[in-house]
């Protein structure tokens, strides 16, 4: 075989690792592991440092540069939604399903933190991701007096696992601090008191540093 035609299966073989590379990684245009995607995120855990304590010690700030902009889920309504949407917001992302005891037992602390602070500049973004239809999260919203939570469900659990591909989530709870820039900023797992004074203190602080 000739060396110019070893060479170009060469090239061909090294293109077709990349592609795989990032299909299984996300590297390339979009991906949460190029650093340009987010380049406040060391800023802002610098800024953020020592607010994990108390209700929420178990906040870990993301040493990786994360966008997950792109996740999507389905609202109230059966339309798709992407997190990029909330470009103007801080997101208090939250992963549940009404068969994990913990997160029913947190939800009643996400709707007071919604009450309490959420607006122009922040939002919790509740996700169920129970198997199938959305019959069974909405019913456990009517039943807990939820309605001050948006209602959010992806019956194929796809937010949960491109999560865990990314090793953002390892259980049930999965909460996720994001910027406006739909960077993580730090991530959670397992339930929290989100209405304590650590959790609004965090949540105060990241709206008032992060930036558009």
Excluded at 92 to 100: H, I, P
Excluded at 125 to 142: C, H, M, Q, R
Excluded at 183 to 204: F, R, Y
């Amino acid at each position: 075989m000739k060396r110019t035609a070893i060479v170009s299966i060469a090239v061909v073989a090294a293109a077709i690792v990349i592609a795989v590379a990032a299909g299984i990684y996300g590297i390339g245009k979009g991906s949460g592991n190029v650093e340009a995607a987010c380049p406040s995120s060391p800023g802002v855990a610098r800024e953020l440092a020592g607010l994990n304590t108390g209700a929420i010690a178990a906040f870990s700030f993301t040493e990786r540069q994360e966008q997950i902009a792109a996740l999507s889920f389905d609202d109230a309504s059966g339309k798709r939604r992407t997190l990029a949407e909330w470009k103007d917001k801080v997101v208090l992302l939250n992963l549940w399903a009404t068969w994990c005891a913990p997160c029913r037992e947190e939800m009643p602390a996400l709707k007071a933190l919604q009450e309490g602070l959420g607006g122009p500049q922040f939002e919790v973004v509740p996700v169920s991701i129970d198997l199938g239809t959305a019959e069974k999260p909405k019913k456990f919203y009517d039943d807990n007096a939820l309605a001050a939570l948006p209602f959010f469900h992806d019956g194929k659990m796809t937010p949960f696992n491109e999560l865990k591909k990314r090793s953002l989530a390892f259980g049930m709870p999965t909460t996720l601090l994001v910027g406006r820039d739909g960077c993580v900023i730090g991530t959670l797992n397992g339930p929290a008191d989100w209405n304590s004074d650590e959790a609004k203190a965090l949540v105060k602080k990241a709206v008032s540093i992060v930036r558009p």
